[in-house]
């Protein structure tokens, strides 16, 4: 049996101008020729020519949202492929054709698509700014309902589509907005696919044109990081790189993993710090140079060739989803505590079974001497299977503080003490670090307090 063929032909932006001569000559030899809708350009062309053809636009008002049209124009496209044993389907653009996609899915055993492409109204806006000599070179596409789940870049040219109405253009903006500043020119495009010429304007007069429609788009130059006051990942790995080259700073291009080491302890603490606090931008700028650390230190990986900033995302994002199986996979975890434990049995499938020795071996010797008693404490627990009890761990606190009463009680039995504390702390679900950095911070208030008082 001879394999039916449904060829997608793509009209390109609403006009026939830019309808490419296979388009036109697969749609001419169709057996079969359906438009998506008659609301595009070609429709006339093909009219004026004698050209048969039918549209899914009675889809349209048959179907209550667009996953339920799409899954419908996918089913109607097949059945009638299956009539005529051959079948041409003609979209604006498939590349970004939700219909087609639907197709492609769905297609029985038997039938093959191939596709005709053609001139994109991105590749229109394109051409409409040439004549202010922006470079598209690279250019990006993006439609303007899809922004919510992109986040926008910088550096590349990038043209976003569909901007049919002002509500959608504010959010447009608002996005871009993100990196860019609201003084900064753009190019509005309202009609790409007639040949209209682009009209610089301010981004922050995107939403105040006269007129949008499915064809209005508008292109935004790429604008280097040192250009911009905010700034991406990836700029930011670029600053990096430009310090550690060439050229760059004599202190950056020293550094090393060893002598790094004390700013990551000293950047991290600092980070830890202001998270108690009521500073929002204070955290940003904290937890920007502790990233400062991360992104430093990649690059020196990298040019070592031992691993790049790519490995360290890679790893904890693959973390991140191994870790989650709640919710990337097939465990349940109602609760918080839950969670923990799907988390611990995913990192006993990553390292295989580990001891109570390999476990707390594990515990890095640089975290603060409280924070790390309770982490040793509690992953020997979770090795052993031996939990322990608020009771049991308030005895041994009660003991430990006894001993310190005996004559010649030091160091030692204040570290038993201490860790006793750390017990007690674990088995109450509290954390002894936070606990302690709280009391002192009350009481130097108290202090501060006191002092004013008195004077």
Known sequence: MNQRIITIAALGPDTGDMLTL???SAMRGAKRLILRTAQHGVAALLESEGVAYETLDALYEACEDFDELCEAAADALIARAEEAGELCYAVSEPGS???VRALAKALPEGMALRVVGGLTLSQAAACAVIPYGVNTENLRTITALSTDEIRVQADCPQVITEID???I???VKLWLSDLFEDEMTVYFV????DGTAARPILLCDLDRQPHYDHRTAVLVPAVSVYERTRATYEDFVQVIGRLR???GCPWDRAQTHHTLRQYMIEEACEAAEVMDGDDPMKIADELGDVLLQVVLNAAIGAEHRDFTDRDVTSMAAHKMITRHEHVFGTARAKDAQAVTSVWENAKKKERGEQTALERVRDVAPSLPGLMRAQKVVRRQMQAQGT???REDALSQVITSAKAMEKAGAGERELGALLEACALLAHAMDLDAETALRAKTAARIA?????SGKNC
């Open 446 to 450: 108290d202090l501060a307090e006191e």
């Open 190 to 193: 309202e009609n790409a696919a």
């Open 97 to 99: 054709d939700a219909t």
């Open 169 to 171: 253009a504010s959010d």
């Open 22 to 24: 296979g388009a036109l």
């Open 165 to 167: 109405t002002k509500y």
């Open 387 to 389: 939990p322990v009890s």
């Open 245 to 247: 080259g060439p050229g």
